[in-house]
């Protein structure tokens, strides 16, 4: 499919409200202080998954959090890597681009 089909999919009412995660993010602060949540960005479990673990597990209160973490084994070992290198899932850079220029006022408000 063309990029514009998908661009257009993304532009989709459902869509849209999917994407907007600060809408979501502004009910929840009605109720919940902002020091209860913890917003992260999922690229951390790609880059860094030890450290974002370690950040989850600090933020929920877990006794002796970091140190457990540490004594995991392959925290960092992509289980579903194989997917990767028969292309499956890869969105080409064109559109990527696009979707990022899409997306990016949804992600101002609390990044």
Known sequence: QSDAYFVDRLRHATHTD????????RRWLKYFPKEQLLIL?????????????????????VKDGAEHVEKL?????RVNAGMLSKNHGVIRESLRGKMETYLAPFATDFN
């Open 73 to 77: 084994q392959d925290v960092d070992r």
């Open 41 to 61: 960005n999922v690229q951390g479990v790609w880059e860094e998954p030890k450290a974002f673990l370690k950040r989850v597990v600090s933020h929920i209160g």
């Open 18 to 25: 999917r994407s907007d995660y600060a809408k979501g993010l």
